[in-house]
C-alpha cells in the first residue's frame, strides 16, 4: 500500500517547485488522487502535465503498489486562469484545502 | 510485449478515418467501466459524431500499441484529429472549462452536467381512465 506522503515527494522531487497534494479518495489506500500545481506545466497540453506527474510515479503503478492514481494539473498558482472570476482577479487562495495535515485514517 | 505491427498499423488508420475516437471500455451503449461511461457522457452531451472502439477483447497489445503511439497506456482514452487528448480527467476538465467544444468545433451545451428532469414532462401520467356507465 502506498504511503500519501511519499507519493507527494516523488512527484515534488520530480517536478521542482511543484505543490503536491495526494489524497485518498475511497480511504483504501489504492485509489488515489494527485493535485498538482506546477511551473512546468505552463504552455503544456493537459496530457502531458499528466504525463509528467504519471512519470514520476510509474514505477510505484508498475510494483503495484498504487492501483489507481486520476490526476489534477493546474498550471503554477501565478497563472492560474482556470480560477480566475470573470473580472479576472485571481481565486482567493483558501479555495484550496489546508495541505499536510489532513491524517483521516 | 512486444508491438503487434499490423494491429498498429490498424489503429493508426482508424485514427485517420475518425476525427473523434474513443477507446473506451464496453460499447457507448453498454460501458463497462464507471471511467469510460464518463467519457461517453461526456461526448453525448457534446452532440458531436464519434468512433468507439471496444478495448476489451484486445486489451494488452491495444495497450502495447497506444502507449507506442502516445505513450498512454490505460482506458478510456479520447483521440482528436489523430491526438490523444486524455482519459476521463482530462475529459472532464476540459468539457467544464469549454476547451473540449473549443477543440471539437462545437457549442458548448448549455445546461452542461444538469439534470434533465424537468425538461420532459413525465410521460407516464394519463388521464384517469373514465368508465361511465350510461
Known amino acids: 500500500m502506498a504511503d500519501l506522503a511519499e507519493i507527494e515527494r516523488i512527484i515534488a522531487e520530480a517536478l521542482p517547485g511543484a505543490e503536491v497534494e495526494v489524497v485518498d479518495e475511497t480511504g483504501g489506500g489504492d485509489h488515489l488522487r494527485a493535485i498538482v500545481r506546477a511551473p512546468q506545466f505552463e504552455g503544456k497540453s493537459r496530457i502531458d502535465q499528466h504525463r509528467m506527474v504519471r512519470a514520476a510515479v510509474q514505477e510505484r503503478m508498475d510494483d503495484g503498489s498504487i492501483h489507481a492514481l486520476s490526476i489534477s494539473t493546474k498550471p503554477a498558482a501565478s497563472s492560474a486562469s482556470r480560477e480566475q472570476d470573470a473580472t479576472g482577479r485571481p481565486a482567493k487562495p483558501d479555495a484550496d484545502p489546508p495541505g499536510g495535515d489532513s491524517s483521516s485514517r | ?134
Not at chain 2, 32 to 51: A, D, I
Not at chain 2, 90 to 100: D, Q
Open chain 2, 1 to 134: 510485449m512486444a508491438v503487434n505491427p499490423e494491429l498498429k498499423q490498424k489503429v493508426e488508420e482508424v485514427l485517420r478515418e475518425n476525427r473523434v475516437l474513443l477507446f473506451m471500455k464496453g460499447t457507448p451503449e453498454m460501458p463497462q467501466c464507471g471511467f469510460s461511461m464518463r467519457v461517453v457522457g461526456v461526448l453525448e452531451q457534446m452532440g458531436t459524431e464519434y468512433g468507439a472502439i471496444d478495448v476489451l477483447p484486445i486489451l494488452d497489445p491495444l495497450r502495447e500499441v497506444t502507449g507506442e503511439i502516445s505513450d498512454w497506456r490505460t482506458f478510456p482514452q479520447l483521440y482528436v484529429n489523430g491526438e490523444l487528448v486524455g482519459g476521463a480527467d482530462i475529459v472532464e476538465e476540459m468539457f467544464e472549462s469549454g476547451e473540449l467544444a473549443d477543440l471539437l468545433g462545437v457549442e458548448q451545451p448549455e445546461v452542461a452536467a444538469q439534470p434533465q428532469a424537468e425538461a420532459t414532462p413525465n410521460p407516464q401520467q394519463s388521464p384517469p381512465l373514465q368508465v361511465d356507465g350510461t
